[in-house]
């Protein structure tokens, strides 16, 4: 039987990504671009409207099994409702996967875009046996992306909501989140929230710098310290055997990951699980989302 490719995709809270991706993993017809699009009160058009401009662009009807779609939200258990998208507005509380596929004549499978991401990293790791493995990754982005392996399995909770660590609250934080609650760590510790203070501190910056010019600073220094609160706290109540730190704020050229693990293991339980953290970062590209959007599409086809 000949396996049709995937059209995978990665939506997050700055760019929108797509892609042709075979079984073997071989990516073509790459497209980026800005997601503004989809914080718009028609997102779920627009959105449609991208797909289908992209099979039509590269004569694609026919030729794929299915799309499949990381996007950053909060999704319910069977993975087709969208609840909450904070940084993208224009794909909140509907029923995404349905519209889709009625729209587009595929089958269409969506979670959350840190799942796909953590997915691809576990390719790329060398894990002996990945079903009695604890994996966690914090993806820092726009916001604060997490993903939870347990056992082999992404473990999304009751409601399918679990591993929203960017919004647990933060002592003494007050300022309202894009989700509407108030004090949520995405708030202090965020590629958001980066932004705001490279604007306000450090104008004469471009935030492609900030750690180059500024990792010293004081200011810049209370950033990764917020950073790692969240983190540390999901160490500790998960003892993961492996952690993966990525995203665009972590992979940003300067960034001090030698501080940020040491104010991670300064707030994690001793003896452990703080003598045997186990820190990855991989290496990322702009085609990493993708590609994992596409794995995740073919295991569900497979299954």
Known sequence: MIVKDIIGIDIGGTNFRIGTVSKDGSLRYFIKKPSTMLNQEDGVKNLIAEIEKYIHMYQL???VSCVSIGIPSILNKEKTFVYSTPNLKGLENIDLATKLQEALKLKVYIDRDVNHLLLNDIQH??????SQQTIVGFYIGTG??????IHGKAYSGKNGVAGELGHIPLYGVKEQCTC???GCAE???SGKYLNQLVEQHFPECIIDEIF???SEDAIIQEFVENLSIPLA???NILDPDYIVLAGGVIEMEGFPKEALIEQVKKRTRKPYPEANLQFVFPKHTQESGVL???HYGFSKLES
């Open 61 to 63: 009807e026919d030729k």
């Open 292 to 294: 994992g959007s596409a």
């Open 144 to 149: 604060i992306g997490n993903a939870i392996i």
């Open 187 to 189: 708030v202090k510790a």
């Open 180 to 182: 509407a609650n108030y």
């Open 212 to 214: 180059i010019r500024h």
């Open 125 to 130: 790791m060398e894990i002996e046996d990945i």
């Open 233 to 235: 706290t999901e160490i």
